[in-house]
């Protein structure tokens, strides 16, 4: 079978660092599908806006070397503890094929670059190939009361985000509440915890600085890259 990408993701990560470690985790984080040339066909997309979520199929593109072992370390468990590849959603797999859940904002049917889905709450960095996209059904695809392993017992810790002033004029007040979802999640590599490091991000176009102290992570810059 030859797979070949039908779009490609447009979102505010350059990179994969800061982004988020699952879809819905920031749900107000807008990105876009923008189709390859031979798939730019509103026909491809009729009926799609009676469907409020989609599941996009894509690829770990960012990752550059071959995933070789049988077990990885979630970040979710502090990256000290060890399970088998496919009882995670790792993007260190034998064939590094992600699965996303997204919300369905709206189709700009009339963009210069054909009909464009955009989506909210996706974990894609920008460029993210996307091979198919399929639409989120109730019956099939919720089940209610269903047992998530380890994540069940493991709750998601988020930082304390501490943006000064100066910084949230320059971003606005949305831009603002969105960094601060995305902070809170700890973009932090799970190994790392010196408080006099200072890590950069690339969000939105700008190089976003910040440290974390026992718990508060606080923005110490704001540069347009």
């Known amino acids: 079978m030859n797979i070949e990408p039908i779009a490609y993701f447009q979102s505010p990560f350059k990179s994969k660092f800061g982004v988020p470690k699952q879809s819905g985790l920031v749900e107000d984080l807008e990105g876009k599908i923008v189709f390859e040339p031979a798939y730019?066909?509103?026909?491809?997309?009729?009926?799609i806006e009676d469907f409020d979520y989609l599941w996009l199929i894509w690829a770990f593109s960012a990752n550059k070397h071959k995933a070789n072992s049988p077990?990885?370390?979630p970040p979710l468990l502090g990256g000290n503890e060890k399970m088998g590849v496919f009882a995670t959603r790792s993007p260190f797999r034998p064939n590094g094929i992600g699965l996303s859940c997204v919300k369905l904002d709206r189709v700009d049917w009339d963009s210069p670059k054909g009909p464009v889905v955009v989506v909210k709450g996706a974990d894609l960095m920008d460029g993210t190939p996307i091979f198919d996209i399929k639409p989120y059904?109730?019956?099939?695809?919720?089940?209610?009361?269903?047992?998530?392993?380890?994540?069940?017992s493991t709750a998601i810790k988020r930082l304390r985000v501490d943006i000064p002033?100066?910084?949230?004029?320059?971003?606005?007040?949305?831009?603002?509440?969105?960094?601060?979802?995305?902070?809170?999640?700890?973009?932090?590599?799970?190994?790392?915890?010196?408080?006099?490091k200072?890590?950069?991000?690339?969000?939105?176009?700008?190089?976003?600085?910040?440290?974390?102290?026992?718990?508060?992570?606080?923005?110490?810059?704001l540069e347009r890259l």
């Open 40 to 47: 730019r066909n509103a026909d491809a997309l009729r009926g």
């Open 165 to 196: 002033a100066e910084f949230r004029r320059q971003l606005g007040e949305k831009q603002c509440e969105i960094l601060v979802k995305i902070l809170e999640l700890d973009p932090r590599p799970h190994y790392q915890n010196d408080p006099q």
């Open 137 to 152: 059904v109730v019956y099939a695809d919720c089940k209610p009361g269903a047992r998530s392993g380890f994540v069940d």
């Open 198 to 221: 200072v890590y950069g991000m690339p969000f939105e176009g700008m190089d976003v600085k910040f440290c974390v102290d026992e718990g508060v992570l606080t923005v110490t810059g």
């Open 71 to 73: 077990v990885v370390r």
